[in-house]
């Protein structure tokens, strides 16, 4: 069945099409929006199905980010499917926002098509953006592809929803990259989302007045750390649930995806780590360095709140010298987020590798074949003399 | 405007020198053919020329969209902020260079949407601030969705139908908030914005310029003009009265027309200055 329906339904979409298509399948009931580069498409696709009736969605065009999460959650507070989409300054002027979501335990499913932040301005793919937000409490899922853009987000409503987790969602693509380029992917039918996520039946809600609630309430030293430790164990348990939804997907339409994507590790020496788009010209150049003979591997993460630490660890333990790329900066002179966890979750391994920090793409700048090949030569040459040029480095400068 | 060449050539014509304020390498701009900002821009020039202000006593600050790439293409003391910020940015400028000119370009979707309360406490502490907001009914800068002065009714991407949320009326705002100058201009009537421009420089407080211009890539086709000057012509020329025309005309002419012009003048303490003398000057007791 899975096959049958992957030959039906391949079509060229971009990523930013795509996640709409996957919005109006999964037809929430509220998307607040405001307008932001590379993200807007989305809402401009949404905007046209909500137009032309395809969806129930209350389309709300607030006047700002703020307000458009703000907005989203008044909606699912009050029990509604809430979506929205968003990149950059709009999400950075979420933040305030992003919190109150995740502690109220809204299960709210966003969109972050990933922009660097200002300044200088700069419109183009980088990871600062979700980075800035990655201790907010919301599970963040990475794509690699324009498939599985969609595909995160289908999967996306089933994790936020979970009455084990009852987090809200951050689905990340590559800025212009992912959003903007066209690439084969395919879609299910409506009714196959519909089945899968299933109707939203909130557990408690500001609408049902037979069980009045109220939700982000003042509490001090008495209760305050209780909520955040449950919010916490929610946060534990998305793993397990992002791994259940995941599977389930994959036995009903064929696609498969772990936590993270481990390429050609099994016996790797070397190896690179990396998020979404960039994953694809790593693998080319491991293929590469395959055929040369040299033992090299990539590691993606899909899912990076919460952290896979064991499976970060598992992946890389036979690895003797490994490249974090981030395409962000902690500005810590320590090296990017991804490093800094990557890294910390191979602590306790047996063997540690050397670890070493690349930064790389900042501002949409181009990650080209070399670059991974410059990476890898490196690493190698680390593994020879069993030492690193510099732990942390700006590379395609 | 866009071009060295172009420059050169309203050299020869017109006795100004318009090198003299723009950054030659940061051209041509972004803006589209038919789009109102460049023709604002020129105002502007001519305006600050007009002033006598020495171009580097000027710091010119902007939020996003279109028409806060201004900045970027002159050359005063510049700097482009984020969406809907450009006055608390300029509002700190101002503060610690109480002598410097600050100029604040915005849009209607930059000043009256996402930025909407700094704008409305700006114009409350009257700080000398000299505000053009570029009115263009759109977001043009993210392709085309409705801005808070959207005419009811009017299409953009993010209203099919129409839109059904009423518009802001900028000047009235900006009064109501207590902007001690307020005014109203056009890119179709520039010599008239450009004199309006220079008066709000001058003017110390608040000084907020509503200027009407064209979005022809976005407003303009969604809504079935046929051109960027047909749009000058209804919107700009056709839907506004001049304030010393509205006057002499029978109240039926002016219905649904903006009035262009000087709206609002007052003189009303400025908050730099009050800063100064009643808080500082207390705190230190001088
Ligand atoms: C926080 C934030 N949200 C959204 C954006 C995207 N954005 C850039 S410009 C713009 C609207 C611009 O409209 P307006 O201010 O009317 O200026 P125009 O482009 O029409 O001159 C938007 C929504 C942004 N830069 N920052
Ligand atoms: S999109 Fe509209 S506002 Fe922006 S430059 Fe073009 S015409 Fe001007």
């Known amino acids: ?397 | 405007m866009s071009e060295g060449t172009v420059a050169k050539k309203q050299k020869l014509s017109v006795p100004f020198d318009y090198d003299k304020y723009l950054r030659p390498k940061k051209l041509p701009h972004i803006w589209c053919p038919g789009c109102g900002h460049g023709i604002v821009l020129k105002a502007l020039l001519r305006a600050i020329e007009a002033s006598g202000l020495n171009k580097d006593d000027i710091c010119m600050v902007s939020g996003i969209g279109c028409s806060s790439r201004t900045p970027g293409y002159v050359d005063f003391n510049t700097m482009h902020s984020l969406h809907g910020r450009a006055f608390a940015f300029a509002t700190g400028i101002k503060f610690a260079k109480p002598n410097m000119k600050v100029i604040v370009i915005t849009g209607d979707g930059d000043a009256l949407a996402i930025g909407g309360n700094h704008f409305i406490h700006t114009c409350r502490r009257n700080i000398d601030l000299t505000v053009l907001v570029y009115t263009n009914a759109i977001y043009g800068m993210t392709g085309g969705q409705y801005s808070p002065t959207t005419p009811l009714g009017d299409i953009a991407t993010t209203s099919r139908y129409g839109n059904i949320e009423p518009p802001f009326d900028a000047c009235k705002m900006a009064e109501a908030a207590g902007a001690s100058f307020v005014a109203r201009g056009t890119a179709y009537h520039t010599l008239e914005l450009e004199k309006t421009i220079l008066e709000a420089i001058k003017h110390k407080g608040t000084s907020v310029v509503d200027i009407i211009d064209a979005c022809p890539t976005y407003y303009g086709r969604m809504n079935k003009y046929k051109s960027a000057t047909h749009m000058m012509e209804v919107i700009e020329k056709d839907g506004t009265v001049s304030v010393k025309q509205a006057d002499k005309l029978p109240p039926e002419k002016l219905e649904g027309k903006l009035l262009r012009g000087v709206l609002y003048k007052t003189d009303r303490p400025e908050y730099c200055e009050q800063y100064a003398t009643q808080v500082m000057g207390k705190a230190t007791g001088k």
């Not at chain 1, 979970?162 to 409506?190: Q, R």
């Open chain 1, 1 to 397: 069945m899975a096959t049958n329906t992957a030959m039906k339904k391949q079509t060229g979409l971009t990523g930013n099409s795509a996640i709409a298509i996957a919005m109006k399948q999964i037809n929430p009931d509220v998307c607040p929006a405001y307008p932001i580069t590379p993200s807007t498409a989305i809402i401009e696709d949404f905007s046209s199905y909500v137009a032309d009736g395809d969806v129930d969605t209350e389309l709300i065009t607030v006047e700002s980010e703020h307000s458009a999460m703000s907005a989203c959650i008044g909606a699912a507070a009050a029990g509604a499917r809430v979506m929205t989409a968003t990149s950059s300054q709009g999400l950075a002027l979420m933040w305030e926002m992003l919190y109150i979501a995740s502690g109220m335990r809204l299960p709210i499913v966003i969109t972050n098509v990933n922009r660097a932040l200002s300044a200088p301005i700069n419109i183009h793919c980088d990871h600062s953006d979700s980075m800035g937000a990655r201790d907010a409490g919301w599970v963040q899922l990475y794509s690699e592809t324009v498939q599985e853009a969609y595909d995160n987000l289908i999967m996306a409503v089933r994790i936020a929803e979970n009455e084990k987790v009852l987090l809200p969602v951050m689905v990340c693509l590559d800025g212009f990259i992912t959003s903007h380029a066209i690439e084969n992917i395919t879609l299910l039918d409506k009714a196959e989302v519909q089945s899968f996520i299933g109707e939203y039946k909130p557990e408690r809600s500001l609408l049902d007045i037979d069980h009045p609630s109220t939700f982000g309430a003042m509490t001090l030293q008495d209760a305050y750390m209780t909520f955040k430790h449950q919010q916490s164990e929610a946060m534990t348990r998305a793993k397990d649930v992002v791994s259940s939804v995941s599977a389930e997907f994959a036995k009903k339409f064929g696609r498969n995806y772990g936590l993270i994507d481990a390429y050609r590790l099994e016996d790797a020496e070397i190896a690179i780590v990396i998020l979404n788009s960039a994953a694809g010209t790593t693998k080319v150049v491991v293929d590469e360095l395959r055929k040369q003979g040299k033992k090299a591997g990539m590691l993606r993460l899909r899912l990076f709140r919460p952290l896979p630490h064991k499976e970060i660890a598992d992946a890389l333990k036979n690895c003797k010298a490994v490249a974090v790329l981030d395409r962000a900066d902690s500005m810590n002179d320590f090296g990017g987020p991804l490093f800094n966890e990557v890294r910390s979750a191979l602590y306790d391994g047996e063997t540690r590798p050397k670890v070493i920090s690349r930064i790389y793409g900042l501002g949409g700048r181009d990650y080209k074949i070399k670059d991974a090949t410059d990476v890898f030569d490196e690493l190698s040459a680390a593994v020879k003399t069993g030492k690193t040029d510099t732990l942390t480095k700006y590379i395609t400068l």
